[in-house]
Structure formats: C-alpha cells, structure tokens
T-cell receptor, first 113, second 113 residues
Framework: DAGITQSPRHKVTETGTPVTLRCHQT?????MYWYRQDPGHGLRLIHY???????DKGEVSDGYSVSRSKTEDFLLTLESATSSQTSVYFC????????????FGPGTRLLVL | GNSVTQMEGPVTLSEEAFLTINCTYT??????LFWYVQYPGEGLQLLLK?????DKGSNKGFEATYRKETTSFHLEKGSVQVSDSAVYFC????????????FGQGTELSVKP
C-alpha cells in the first residue's frame, strides 16, 4: 500500500460542467501522475508532476489541467467535461531512489452525461 | 516511437493450465519493464518488473524475462488458478520523459475451474 487515496471514487456529471479529481499521498513522493483507462487503450498519461508547482503534459492532456500546491495533493481538473472524458482515472506515485516503480491509487470512475 | 503490444484477449484457460501472455515493446534507450495486474473493480497492482536485459522478474508464481534481442517481456505461469482471473498490463518506463509508463492495451485472463 503506497498510501494513495483518490476522491471522489465515483462521479456522475453533465456535459459542460467543471470537475476536479483529487489524489492524495502520505509518503512525500516527488513524482505524481494522472492516467486514464479506456477499453482497448490500456492506461494513457494525462499529466504528471515532478514537484510542487512543477507539472508537465502527457499524451492525452487536451481538456485537462492539473495543479500541485502541496507535495501530498495532485488535482486533475476537467474545465468543461465532455462525454469523451467518461473514463476511469488513476493517480500514481513513483518511488525513486533506485526503485523507479509506480504505484497506483484505487481509481475514480467518471461518467459524463 | 515508444510502444507496447500485448496479445489480444480474452484468454480463457482451465485451472492448472500453463499461461503465456506475450508482450513486445519498441523503445529508444533501455527502459525498465513491468507487469501490472488489475482484479475486477480494483486499481492496478505491480506484479513484477525487470530493469535490464536478461533480468527475470518473478512474483506469486508468475515470471517474465527481459529479452533485449527480441524486445519481449512475456508473462508466464506454470499452473494458473481461478484467483488469477484478471486483466494483465505490460508496461515500459521511460526514464528520460519524466518516468512515465507506456502501457499495452491489457489482456483479460479468465480461468475456469
């Protein structure tokens, strides 16, 4: 257990509304990631963070923004949700110091109607 | 570019059968390779990993060997159980791109008693 929680775990929203997902970690890891999981695509990286206020884009970043004001929290925001953003969202942390292994949170299931 | 290709599922086996799930990759440099497992309704769990050529990762009876010459990391288990039913993801880690993971599309395994 890498001490990762995600909230909410399930959400239903309507097209055009803003949505924020939260990832919280308790072990002070520097790197945090947001992925989305869709059938036939595995997981794809949306954004990642390499420190407080330091973020970068992944391969499917359009329509998403992120913020990291504290080491323990990494927020993913859908500014104006669309049906194509219906997905399961996973947060991950990366252990460093030689291991370089990513551990995942339990996921957030988002449905955009 | 960097990519991971897994054999398509679903794979259906009888209990105690031998399992192979093929995974091949394309990458620049020398990535680390991973297998993750996702049980129904849960997040991803690290199953095993290998960080350099000829390394063998193993866990819970599963094994995979990092083959640089064939760019492969096939997952094997000698005798599967019903409890192994899950989706298995092969992934590579890109150190020079923020440590992001590139995933295959996943292979669903169903083991029948």
């Amino acid at each position: 257990d890498a001490g990762i929680t995600q909230s909410p775990r399930h959400k239903v929203t309507e097209t055009g509304t803003p949505v924020t997902l939260r990832c919280h970690q308790t072990e002070n890891h520097r790197y945090m990631y947001w992925y989305r999981q869709d059938p036939g695509h595995g997981l794809r990286l949306i954004h990642y963070s390499y420190g407080v206020k330091d973020t970068d884009k992944g391969e499917v970043s359009d329509g998403y923004s992120v913020s990291r004001s504290k080491t323990e929290d990494f927020l993913l925001t859908l500014e104006s949700a669309t049906s194509s953003q219906t997905s399961v969202y996973f947060c991950a942390i990366r252990e460093s110091g030689g291991e370089e292994t990513q551990y995942f949170g339990p996921g957030t299931r988002l449905l955009v109607l | 570019g960097n990519s991971v290709t897994q054999m398509e599922g679903p794979v259906t086996l009888s209990e105690e059968a031998f399992l192979t799930i093929n995974c091949t990759y394309t990458a620049t440099g020398y990535p680390s390779l991973f297998w993750y497992v996702q049980y129904p309704g849960e997040g991803l769990q690290l199953l095993l990993k290998a960080t350099k050529a000829d390394d063998k990762g193993s866990n819970k009876g599963f094994e995979a060997t990092y083959r640089k010459e064939t760019t492969s990391f096939h997952l094997e288990k000698g005798s599967v159980q019903v409890s192994d039913s899950a989706v298995y993801f092969c992934a590579l880690l890109l150190y020079n791109q923020g440590g992001k993971l590139i995933f295959g599309q996943g292979t669903e395994l169903s083991v029948k008693p």
